[in-house]
């Protein structure tokens, strides 16, 4: 494998990976609908710019039930921008950046879920019962404790929006993987539109953004959630899969919770306790699981 494509990859799991370490930085000063409106307009400005650029294929989308896909794209906008843009940011106002990402890496695991209730001809096999049982004692040793700290509501809270979002996450990929075949970048700048149009009213209605007042850093942060992370990053995706297919792309899957941990304990100064890291390892190995060659699978897991 072309050492370029092994760089794509972790540039990749460390642009996801680090969104949570970027929220930490803002979440105690944008209210989560104004955090969630900024990063799906800065997205949308980012990914029309880089298809201004793209070959002639790209930009063409098919006419064929064109109504249909776009009231596709806007269930696809709810719950891939809308949802888990706003949870993500209610979640990191109780609980930290490295449990939210762990939290978030249980995306697969939910979509094994609802791909065997949602997907008539997929199959619940042992290899998918061994995932989601795996990742949910990494889950239940995550949360746990937490039912005997004092903290108890607050972090309770978070860490349901958190996996509200990784939820949200598995049913936007079942969508998602019935558009007709298009770019990955075209798809998500329309998703991002559709995001947009429903976030800022929402937020001009809630939040008074106007009166919020943001440090250097804290823009700083804003500007790469949006561009960057909601932009540039689903480019670089959408190449890796052309370079190498969907199956070494869905790796980033275990990057996105490790980067998203290490970022959190070495430049947060989060304390990561035994159970933490134990939940991570037991969710990366729970993907793992998943992954084990057996039978082609119908339905790609990768939520990134």
């Known amino acids: 494998m072309n050492l370029i494509n092994y760089v794509l990859l972790l540039i990749i799991g460390l642009i996801w990976g680090s969104q949570f370490f970027f929220v930490e930085w803002v979440v105690h000063t944008i209210p989560p609908v104004t955090l969630a409106a900024s990063k799906a307009l800065l997205g949308t400005v980012t990914l029309v710019i880089i298809q201004m650029f793209s070959s002639r294929r790209e930009k063409k989308e098919r006419r064929e039930g064109y109504k249909k896909i776009w009231l596709s794209y806007f269930w696809i906008a709810l719950l891939e921008a809308v949802s888990p843009f706003f949870l993500i940011g209610l979640g990191q106002q109780s609980i930290n950046s490295s449990i939210s990402a762990i939290l978030i890496g249980t995306t697969p695991i939910f979509t094994i879920i609802l791909v065997r209730f949602f997907v008539p001809d997929e199959k619940l096999n042992i290899k998918n019962l061994c995932s989601i049982i795996i ?3 990494g889950l239940s040793i995550l949360v746990g404790p937490e039912y005997t700290s004092a903290s108890l509501q607050n972090n309770l809270l978070g860490d349901v929006a958190i996996l509200g979002a990784a939820l949200s996450f598995a049913a936007s990929l079942i969508l998602i993987k019935r558009l007709p075949p ?8 329309n998703v991002l539109f559709i995001a947009t149009v429903i976030l800022i009213p929402l937020s001009l209605m ?9 440090t250097l850093q804290q823009t700083i942060a804003v500007i790469v959630l949006g561009t960057v992370q909601a932009g540039i990053v689903y480019m670089l995706y959408y190449i890796l899969i052309n370079r190498t297919g969907a199956t070494f792309a869905s790796l980033t899957n275990y990057l996105v919770p490790l980067f998203g941990v290490i970022l959190g304990t070495v430049f947060l100064n989060e304390d990561l306790k035994w159970n933490d890291s134990t939940a991570l390892l037991l969710i990366l190995i729970s993907l793992g699981v998943n992954e084990i060659k057996g ?10």
Do not use: Q
Request: glycine content about 4%.
């Open 135 to 137: 990742g949910f004692i």
């Open 182 to 189: 298009i770019s990955s970048v075209l798809a998500m700048r």
């Open 206 to 214: 809630f939040d008074a953004p106007w009166t919020i007042r943001l």
């Open 295 to 304: 039978k082609k699978k119908k339905f790609d897991t990768n939520y990134s």
